[in-house]
């Protein structure tokens, strides 16, 4: 390929040379295959990541979690109910004996294989650490070892974080080992324990740089938190304590410590003291974390990991040279660039002068961490399957890519032609990538979307949460997700990763190859599962319908509500887990998602907002229409069918709460509503015009922005910026202290109130309550209100203003006091019972306004949004109703 008089190497995959696949997740006969070819084309490194793959594979079969026993008893174990504790024992002790018959008679085989493995991944990691690339020396038998590997099953390899989303380096290993030594004895024996998967990694290294320095007695050990030992292994550290040996534990960067820390207390509970534990970490942060107090430390601290040493301007030039080969001259120059995620890989823009016989040209550049070996080339067969897509890549050397920079992101305007280029790589990509079959039905227990999107649902199910996603969500999502042609996923596909390469550049897709077998799994085969990646948190509310349709254009294929909402719940997840989102946004969008599904399902039987004078059915949102079981506010099938029932009966359903503008004025677009009153009647919104309106004096503006600028000086409390109108405000325990809402109150000569909440404190101006908002709507958009339903103490100024009122099973005692009659039901159920009382009839169950027929799909998944529509009372009626059509279901 040609770029500007200068001939660069191509970077697509040959059939022969260094291993550069672009789907990671190899089967272990795979795995014994590829090791076989390293290992005569003198790959070492290859050889080595394939081999201590290859071993944490095994040692997963040596270490099964049959049902899921052993997870469900480190959930129930946490508790503090003293009989969650003992459930968890029991599920514990269950999971030991099935553990034995799992492993059953091929146990003696795994060890050995095991065995010769671990002996061969010491030996690889001396090759490695090697730069003269002394040939290693393989234990007898490896061969045959290679040959039983290949019948361990369908079972798939688990990528090691340390050495595919982080940038960590033998050489790192090396610096590590040093450090420990310099400060330890070199007689007494040593025992490397590794934090499965990624210490199945770092371990052997660990093992050959000590054995390079001449300590004899070095043995390796892997652990997965919250597995028992198996008598082999307790044996081998209680050999090592007796002799005063060091137990070295290494794993991925902290960020908790968690999982050391589990490891440290499971090595403590064989005997051996916290003083002979010795941690190896390399960090990303300032420090370790104190949850790993405990013990003793060797550090190396993030400025002077390896990576620094490979993107310094001299390594990146004589990189370039490499890469472009003979008769060219490369000078680099490093340009600023924030970069700021350090539990991600490096990334640094240069500005490179290339000079060779055609003359001079001058680039923008990025070198960023791809990962080592072949688990890094990965990025090579993604650019060379994509070269429409993604950046100009020049090559891939020790860890590191090589690409043009991009930069500029498609302005607000260009939605059209970025809905257009996202779906383009999205087919185009699936179509590249494709593979034989989906491999994530085997990821049970490694957060592949289907398990994301039932572990995100399964709140619904209270403390048996994990009962409920392992009994029953797993199995609904993995049919809702099942996919017929299977291909590898980018995975992180928000828009933002579109970029051009100049003005009038094209777009490229700059992050094409990070998540994708990313430290934060999240596994999906599905391309449908990229495209809700970019729908996620989308530039305005029509690009998600947009994107469907772009995609659905191109490949005829129509995407079924309840596969969409699954995937955008778990590219949520994601972006929240990355910080890319704030909580509050994470939460706002993945109710979005939900309203969007429902208001799907239970589409409006006829548009009753632009109609002036119908009556109106005023609604509280929190503890009524919505719920937050799931972690955000949102409704129900229950609640979207009400909603749906009195539109068809000429009723107008407008929302009254104290919630914020921007989020009544999602809801009343998603569900067609007439309008809404917002912060507790501050602002109200008319739906038939798009319209809001600030509905409080001068006088109540100036107040709140004095207790806007009061509370910003407390630098402990958190002012909800999404509230215009009134105030949010909340401390780090949740509402406000006494004196703090007292000196609010006297600064502003006490026209300010407080409404103190579960999780926060809100300031309303005096004079402004639910009820003054309701008839300034009611003046705008006409009509009586014919029905209100609430249930708090600031509700009751609404309820005063309808002819019939209601309050769910949930209200509060004042209202109750003031003899609101009050539903059987609680939240939704509630609020379907007292339209039941306007209606004439349950919401959905006459012929104007009856339930719409649902495919086996959306019946299973509405089921599931519905168990909490009632509260915790209706969960086990529910949950038992869920089971027996789960149980009718054949068809998806």
């Known amino acids: 390929m040609s770029y500007e008089g200068l001939a660069f190497r191509d970077c697509s995959v040959a059939t022969s040379g260094p291993l550069a696949p672009a789907d990671l997740l190899y089967t272990a006969g795979a795995l014994a295959n590829l090791l076989d070819q390293a290992i005569r084309d003198t790959d070492w490194l290859d050889a080595y990541l394939l081999t201590a793959g290859l071993n944490q594979m095994v040692e997963d079969h040596l270490h099964p979690d049959p049902l899921q026993l052993y997870r469900v008893a480190d959930f129930l174990c946490e508790r503090r109910s003293t009989a969650a504790r003992f459930a968890g024992t029991l599920s514990r002790r269950a999971a030991s004996t099935l553990h034995r018959s799992a492993v059953g008679r091929s146990a003696g085989t795994l060890w050995h294989l095991h065995d010769l493995l671990t002996a061969a991944s010491i030996e690889l990691g001396r090759a490695v650490l090697d730069h003269a690339n002394a040939e290693p020396r393989l234990p007898n038998g490896f061969d045959a070892a290679l040959s039983t590997a290949r019948v361990l099953g369908p079972d798939v390899l688990r990528v090691p974080s340390c050495f595919r989303s982080f940038d960590q380096h033998p050489d790192d290993i090396v610096e590590l080992v040093r450090r420990f030594l310099d400060d330890s004895e070199h007689s007494a024996p040593v025992c490397v324990i590794g934090v499965r998967t990624s210490g199945s990694y770092l371990a052997p290294l660990f093992a050959a740089a000590l054995k390079a320095t001449g300590v004899t007695a070095v043995s390796v050990l892997t652990y997965r938190p919250g597995r028992p030992w198996q008598t082999r292994e307790a044996k081998t550290v209680r050999n090592v304590m007796a002799?005063?040996?060091?137990?070295?534990?290494?794993?991925?960067?902290?960020?908790?410590?968690?999982?050391?820390?589990?490891?440290?207390?499971?090595?403590?509970?064989?005997?051996?003291?916290?003083?002979?534990?010795?941690?190896?970490?390399?960090?990303?942060?300032?420090?370790?974390?104190?949850?790993?107090?405990?013990?003793?430390?060797?550090?190396?601290?993030?400025?002077?990991?390896?990576?620094?040493?490979?993107?310094?301007?001299?390594?990146?030039?004589?990189?370039?040279?490499?890469?472009?080969?003979?008769?060219?001259?490369?000078?680099?120059?490093?340009?600023?660039?924030?970069?700021?995620?350090?539990?991600?890989?490096?990334?640094?823009?240069?500005?490179?002068?290339?000079?060779?016989?055609?003359?001079?040209?001058?680039?923008?550049?990025?070198?960023?961490?791809?990962?080592?070996?072949?688990?890094?080339?990965?990025?090579?067969?993604?650019?060379?399957?994509?070269?429409?897509?993604?950046?100009?890549?020049?090559?891939?050397?020790?860890?590191?890519?090589?690409?043009?920079?991009?930069s500029g992101t498609p302005s607000p305007h260009c939605e059209p032609e970025l809905a257009q280029a996202v779906t383009s790589y999205v087919v185009d990509r699936s179509h590249a990538l494709r593979v034989a079959s989906d491999p994530t039905l085997l990821l049970r227990g490694r957060q592949p979307a289907w398990e994301v999107a039932a572990m995100l649902l399964s709140p619904l199910f209270g403390r048996l949460g994990p009962v409920g996603q392992t009994a029953l969500l797993?199995?609904?999502?993995?049919?809702?997700?099942?996919?017929?042609?299977?291909?590898?996923?980018?995975?992180?596909?928000?828009?933002?990763?579109?970029?051009?390469?100049?003005?009038?550049?094209?777009?490229?897709?700059?992050?094409?190859?990070?998540?994708?077998?990313?430290?934060?799994?999240?596994?999906?085969?599905?391309?449908?599962?990229?495209?809700?990646?970019?729908?996620?948190?989308?530039?305005?509310?029509?690009?998600?319908?947009?994107?469907?349709?772009?995609?659905?254009?191109?490949?005829?294929?129509?995407?079924?509500?309840?596969?969409?909402?699954?995937?955008?719940?778990?590219?949520?997840?994601?972006?929240?887990?990355?910080?890319?989102?704030?909580?509050?946004?994470?939460?706002?969008?993945?109710?979005?998602?939900?309203?969007?599904?429902?208001?799907?399902?239970?589409?409006?039987?006829?548009?009753?907002?632009?109609?002036?004078?119908?009556?109106?059915?005023?609604?509280?949102?929190?503890?009524?229409?919505?719920?937050?079981?799931?972690?955000?506010?949102?409704?129900?099938?229950?609640?979207?069918?009400?909603?749906?029932?009195?539109?068809?009966?000429?009723?107008?359903?407008?929302?009254?709460?104290?919630?914020?503008?921007?989020?009544?004025?999602?809801?009343?677009?998603?569900?067609?509503?007439a309008g809404a009153v917002a912060e507790y009647g501050a602002a109200l919104y008319d739906h038939r015009t798009g319209h809001s309106t600030d509905l409080r004096n001068s006088a109540a503006v100036e107040n709140m922005e004095q207790v806007r600028k009061l509370l910003g000086e407390h630098g402990e409390i958190e002012v909800d910026e999404r509230y215009r109108y009134v105030v949010r405000a909340r401390s780090r325990h949740g509402p406000l202290p006494e004196d703090l809402t007292s000196q609010v109150a006297s600064v502003t000569k006490y026209s300010v109130r407080v409404i103190s909440g579960e999780g926060q404190s809100d300031f309303v101006p005096v004079g402004i309550d639910k009820g003054t908002g309701l008839r300034e709507l009611v003046g705008r958009i006409a009509g009586p209100v014919a029905l209100a339903v609430g249930d708090s103490t600031e509700d009751l100024a609404m309820l005063a203003e309808a002819e019939i009122t209601r309050a769910p099973r949930n209200a509060n005692a004042a209202v109750r006091a003031a003899g609101i009659p009050v539903t059987r039901g609680a939240y939704q159920s509630g609020l379907e019972e007292a339209c039941a009382d306007l209606l004439g009839h349950r919401p959905g169950a006459c012929a104007r306004c009856q339930r719409p027929e649902m495919p086996s799909r959306t019946a299973v998944l509405c089921a599931v949004l519905e168990l909490r529509a009632d509260g915790m009372r209706g969960l086990a009626s529910r949950a038992a109703h869920l089971t027996m059509l789960l149980a009718r279901t054949s068809r998806w």
Not at 513 to 530: A, G, I
């Open 243 to 406: 002799a005063g040996g060091t137990f070295l534990v290494t794993d991925d960067p902290p960020v908790s410590g968690t999982a050391l820390s589990r490891v440290g207390r499971a090595i403590e509970d064989l005997g051996v003291p916290a003083g002979a534990i010795v941690l190896l970490l390399a960090l990303t942060g300032a420090g370790a974390p104190p949850t790993l107090d405990r013990w003793g430390k060797v550090c190396l601290p993030w400025q002077e990991w390896n990576v620094h040493d490979r993107i310094t301007e001299a390594a990146v030039a004589e990189a370039m040279t490499g890469l472009l080969g003979p008769g060219h001259a490369v000078v680099a120059r490093n340009r600023p660039w924030a970069q700021t995620d350090r539990r991600g890989h490096v990334r640094a823009r240069f500005s490179v002068k290339i000079t060779s016989s055609g003359g001079v040209v001058r680039r923008q550049i990025v070198v960023e961490g791809a990962g080592l070996g072949y688990l890094g080339r990965h990025a090579m067969a993604v650019a060379a399957a994509l070269p429409a897509h993604c950046p100009r890549v020049y090559g891939f050397v020790d860890g590191m890519l090589y690409r043009d920079w991009t």
């Open 474 to 673: 797993e199995r609904i999502t993995q049919n809702l997700t099942r996919v017929d042609t299977a291909s590898v996923t980018d995975g992180q596909t928000h828009v933002r990763h579109w970029q051009s390469t100049g003005p009038t550049g094209p777009l490229r897709k700059a992050n094409f190859h990070q998540q994708s077998f990313s430290n934060l799994e999240l596994t999906c085969y599905d391309p449908v599962f990229d495209l809700a990646g970019a729908a996620a948190d989308p530039p305005s509310d029509d690009f998600e319908r947009t994107l469907r349709h772009e995609y659905e254009q191109r490949t005829g294929v129509r995407i079924d509500h309840e596969r969409w909402l699954l995937y955008r719940l778990a590219q949520l997840w994601r972006l929240d887990r990355t910080r890319e989102l704030s909580r509050d946004q994470f939460r706002d969008r993945s109710a979005d998602a939900v309203h969007d599904y429902l208001s799907a399902v239970f589409a409006d039987l006829g548009s009753t907002h632009g109609r002036i004078g119908g009556p109106l059915c005023a609604i509280d949102l929190d503890g009524v229409l919505e719920t937050d079981p799931l972690g955000y506010p949102c409704t129900t099938p229950t609640g979207a069918l009400t909603l749906r029932s009195l539109s068809a009966h000429g009723y107008r359903p407008v929302l009254v709460t104290g919630r914020s503008l921007a989020d009544t004025i999602a809801r009343c677009r998603r569900f067609n509503l």
